[in-house]
């Protein structure tokens, strides 16, 4: 697997996804299976190892039911 430079957006989705996955009592493969993807590279995302395209910061906050945008922003406890 190609692994690239980490940024603190990155970051800020990692937590933001395991956050949201913890207050819905979602497993990764739950999560993985909502949003139509992988779970080996959710798991990478949720490490921040792995980048996520625009189309699957899509599919994640679908599954959700937020926007892309509440997955990339910072709260206060980060």
Same mark, same amino acid.
Request: zero cysteines.
């Given at each position: 697997m190609k692994r690239t430079v980490k940024?603190? %957006?990155?970051? @800020? %989705?990692? $937590?933001?996804? $395991?956050?949201? $996955?913890?207050? $819905? *009592?979602?497993?990764?493969? /739950? %999560?993985?299976?909502?949003? *139509?993807?992988?779970?080996?590279? %959710?798991?990478?995302v949720e490490r921040s190892e792995q980048n996520m395209s625009i189309d699957n910061l899509y599919k994640v906050?679908?599954? /959700? *039911? @937020?926007s892309a945008g509440d997955l990339l922003k910072e709260t206060e406890a980060g």
């Open positions: 940024s603190p %957006l990155r970051d @800020v %989705l990692a $937590r933001n996804m $395991r956050l949201l $996955r913890a207050e $819905r *009592g979602w497993s990764q493969e /739950f %999560l993985a299976a909502e949003a *139509g993807l992988n779970r080996t590279y %959710l798991s990478a906050a679908k599954a /959700f *039911g @937020v």
